[in-house]
């Protein structure tokens, strides 16, 4: 009795602690678009919030994996450049094949086959995630520009861009499969044996693997389903773009990490949630849409992107210590 | 033959660290491949080609030894080259436009250690953080183009003899023997395997390793500086992404050398082979006709493949 009384305080503090996260990141995109709206007319209408929120599904669908990757403490730095890959692999396959399904499963085959390079190397040979990542990066954007060499593919089927582009009952389709898979993430990683095995994995990793959680089988599978999404990703940027080239995913990687730390998921594992990612990626992307709309030239977004994550990193570290000291 | 001294050769052999069997085998491989390989002009392009790369590797080894890691290093070293352009056609004065170019590479070193040492913000997300304001920085300053119409006397720097030997070769040999000293023969240098190594001990030993890091940040950043003025002279111009992913070859030389990312253990001597091996690799590679995008893919899997023994040999233990 007097230890479920002991639990029942922490329990409720965590509750609180995560509902708080969230009310202060929904207060920033407020704040945000408040100010928006102030500053440019075009802000506040259908076409440019709808805009934004496919823009910002785009980024979800990337960070979704990567925030399953950080969860357990690792790290994907690769993410860019397999989704790079991934597109042109599957732009090339539904070019000359003529087939949107069979393009969609080299897209996310390729994707998973990279997470599953990255997930053996981490579990496997104990290279550090961000070192192992990190060159599987350099390698699958090798390969990207080896296998493109130098060429551009454009021009898919009607069906297969309404992925990207299209609509229905007014609403970008992209719109509706980030919907899906945030509410099929909540379930996966709040309701599920193997979603809180991965926070515990995070939370600690030693006290996880000798409660007999099988570690390195689940880091594998957050590598390949880290991989496996941004194939996905990579599909719906393909049919937005109507084109393929080997610098696709160059400058992805910055903006998922930031969607993903903006969220509120720590960098050391075990905190942090998908709707968090969601949020994240929703003001990474207001702010981005911001600067388009005043005009400012797309030569700042990586200096604002870069120190976004700075400071997103920071106030978490600052936040955290706090609640721990307490 | 007997069993002794076979046994004996073999562990004489294996003393040996397995980066030099690496480029010993390259340059067997590259010498029979291709007939222009083991010439001396080209021989000691390789030399030079990596004298930036190698300015760039020293400090990356100093600063993996402290189980960090710094991805903006080639972001900054464009940056500074860019600065180094700028500064240099609006002063006309390259000294200045150096001077310059060192100031931006060093507050992005201390940037770095204060975000990591004070923040306690973890490494690579630091560094991919400032890698993203250098090279927007560098977008924004030059517009996106090329800065071209540089003064004609930069070009001693990259393709200039001094005593007869080749100007890049003198800068990356004083870099050599300025970083052995600090590593091996300072103070500062003991601090920097302790950094990765044990650094709740030397907190407790009374050093401020706050202060040690920022220091070792900043050396990677003066020498990104210093390897500006090398990149703005070898293409007579500065472009915004000149030198954007120089910091994986620099990292890759490091790893190939058998420094260790995790214990703070490393070796200065291993990454100047690991630098001329990359160089090699590269070099060869070229000769070849292999696109550049074989060249990463081949550097990127030396990585996998030495670390790979790495982790046989941690397991060996």
């Known amino acids: ?326 | 033959m007997s069993e002794g001294a076979l046994a004996q050769g073999m562990s004489v052999l294996g003393r040996v660290p397995g980066v030099a069997f690496v480029l010993v085998a390259l340059i067997a491989v590259f010498a029979s491949m291709s007939p222009g390989f083991s010439t001396a002009p080209n021989l000691t392009n390789i030399l030079v080609q990596s004298s930036i790369l190698l300015l760039l590797a020293l400090p990356m080894t100093f600063i993996i030894m402290t189980e960090g890691l710094d991805l903006s290093i080639g972001a900054v070293l464009t940056l500074g080259s860019v600065v180094l352009a700028a500064v240099a056609l609006a002063t006309g004065s390259l000294t200045v436009g150096f001077i310059a170019a060192l100031a931006i590479g060093l507050a992005f070193g201390l940037l770095n250690g204060w975000l990591i040492a004070w923040l306690d913000i973890p490494p690579f997300v630091t560094t991919l953080g400032t890698l993203g304001v250098a090279q927007g920085l560098c977008l924004v300053i030059t517009d996106g183009t090329s800065i071209v119409g540089l003064p004609s006397g930069l070009q001693f720097f990259y393709s200039g003899y001094f005593l007869g030997i080749p100007f890049p070769l003198v800068i990356a040999a004083i870099a050599y023997a300025v970083m052995h000293g600090i590593l091996y023969h300072t103070r500062l240098g003991t601090y920097v395997p302790a950094l990765g190594g044990n650094r709740e001990a030397l907190r407790h030993a009374g050093v401020n390793d706050r202060v040690v890091l920022a220091v070792i940040y900043g050396i990677g950043g003066l020498m990104a500086g210093i390897a500006a003025l090398l990149l703005t002279s070898r293409i007579s111009s500065a472009h915004p992404t000149a030198a954007i992913g120089m910091e994986f070859d620099a990292i890759a030389a490091v790893a190939v050398g058998g420094t260790q990312f995790e214990r703070g253990e490393g070796w200065l001597l291993g990454t100047l082979l690991g630098v001329i091996t990359i160089g090699v690799l590269r070099n060869g590679l070229n000769l070849l006709a292999m696109p550049s995008s074989i060249q990463v893919i081949c550097v990127g899997l030396l990585v996998i493949v030495a670390l790979f023994f790495d982790g046989m040999r941690k397991a060996q233990e």
């Open chain 1, 1 to 326: 009795m007097s230890q479920i009384e002991a639990a029942a305080p922490k329990f409720k503090l965590t509750v609180s602690r995560d509902l708080t996260d969230v009310a202060y990141r929904l207060l920033a995109v407020a704040l945000i678009c408040i100010a928006l709206s102030l500053v440019s007319d075009a802000f506040l209408t259908a076409n440019n919030l709808l805009n934004v929120l496919r823009q910002a599904s785009l980024v979800f669908f990337m960070a979704s994996g990567l925030t399953l990757v950080i969860l357990t403490g690792k790290i994907d730095l690769s993410i860019g450049a397999t989704v790079g890959l991934s597109a042109c692999v599957a732009a090339t396959v539904i070019k000359s094949t003529g087939s949107p399904w069979l393009g969609a499963a080299a897209a996310i085959g390729v994707g998973s086959i990279v997470g599953l390079g990255n997930g053996l190397m981490v579990t496997k040979l104990r290279i550090p995630s961000f070192i192992a990542t990190y060159g599987m990066l350099w390698v699958a954007q090798g390969a990207t520009y080896y296998y493109m060499s130098g060429q551009s593919v454009y021009g898919f089927p009607t069906g297969f861009r309404a992925l990207g582009s299209g609509y229905l009952f007014g609403i970008p389709i992209p719109i509706y499969l980030m919907v899906a898979f945030l509410v099929i993430g909540y379930f996966f990683t709040k309701r599920t044996t193997y979603g809180q095995q991965i926070y515990a994995i995070g939370a600690n990793t030693v006290a996880a693997r000798l409660s007999g959680i099988p570690v390195n089988s689940r880091l594998n599978l957050v590598f390949v389903l880290s991989g496996a999404m941004a194939g996905l990703a990579s599909l719906i940027y393909l049919a937005r773009l109507n084109s393929a080239e080997g610098d696709i995913g160059e400058t992805l990687t910055l903006p998922t990490i930031a969607a993903v730390v903006i969220g509120g998921t720590s960098l050391f594992g075990g905190v942090g949630s998908l709707f968090g990612t969601f949020i994240g990626g929703l003001i990474l992307t207001l702010i981005l849409n911001g600067m388009n709309l005043l005009n400012l030239n797309a030569n700042w977004q990586p200096l604002v992107t870069g120190l976004i994550v700075l400071l997103a990193v920071w106030l978490d570290m600052k936040t955290r210590s706090k609640t721990d000291s307490n």
